[in-house]
T-cell receptor
């Protein structure tokens, strides 16, 4: 069965620091990949998605992610975080069997 | 606002009871997904419906069931409730299978 691992449970950064959140998955076939963000007290919102093509995908709010097939990874990056980026970030994988698996989430705290 | 609506926002009930959660997908979306989010289990996929038919099943208990109606809204029925069923229940919808999912605001269920 497919699984998704997010290595960092809680990341604390200062404003303007660069961010990279790791995501690895265990499915060997074709996958669709997603990053979602959940701001405190809110629902999940789609940050970006990868289906095919350019492995570097850009999302909203300055986020981007790179799909590295050989490493089964889809890491999320942002060059300069803001206090408003404080939230929980979820990586998700759909292996075309409609069973969307989410990682455990990474809580990001950005200090002003 | 994702366009996905869920009712009620909050639900407080007692053990052994049965509740129904309702979800209306975004206009045009045929797929509806149900998720449970709790502190200890994280975000768990429960079940998916596509155009009225069950499409995929995740970690859904036998005490739980769902259906999607001809107007595409969906209901999640939770019966014989236990304390451990207390969680946030999210509904999401997508246009196509495996596509980006848009989440509703969730229903917070508290079982006393």
């Amino acid at each position: 069965a497919q699984s998704v691992s997010q290595h960092n449970h809680h990341v604390i950064l200062s404003e303007a620091a660069s961010l990279e959140l790791g995501c690895n998955y265990s499915y060997g076939g074709t996958v669709n990949l997603f990053w979602y963000v959940q701001y405190p007290g809110q629902h999940l919102q789609l940050l970006l998605k990868y289906f095919s093509g350019d492995p570097l995908v850009k999302g909203i709010k300055g986020f981007e992610a790179e799909f590295i097939k050989s490493k089964f990874s889809f890491n999320l990056r942002k060059p300069s975080v803001q206090w408003s980026d404080t939230a929980e970030y979820f990586c998700a994988v759909n292996a075309h069997n409609n069973d969307m698996r989410f990682g455990a989430g990474t809580r990001l705290t950005v200090k002003p | 606002d994702s366009g996905v609506t869920q009712t009620p926002k909050h639900l407080i009930t007692a053990t052994g009871q049965r509740v129904t959660l309702r979800c209306s997908p975004r206009s045009g979306d045929l797929s509806v997904y149900w998720y449970q989010q709790s502190l200890d289990q994280g975000l768990q996929f429960l079940i998916q419906y596509y155009n009225g038919e069950e499409r995929a099943k995740g970690n859904i208990l036998e005490r739980f069931s769902a259906q999607q109606f001809p107007d595409l809204h969906s209901e999640l029925n939770l019966s014989s409730l236990e304390l451990g069923d207390s969680a946030l229940y999210f509904c999401a919808s997508s246009v196509v299978d495996g596509g980006a999912q848009f989440f509703g605001p969730g229903t917070r269920l508290t079982v006393l």
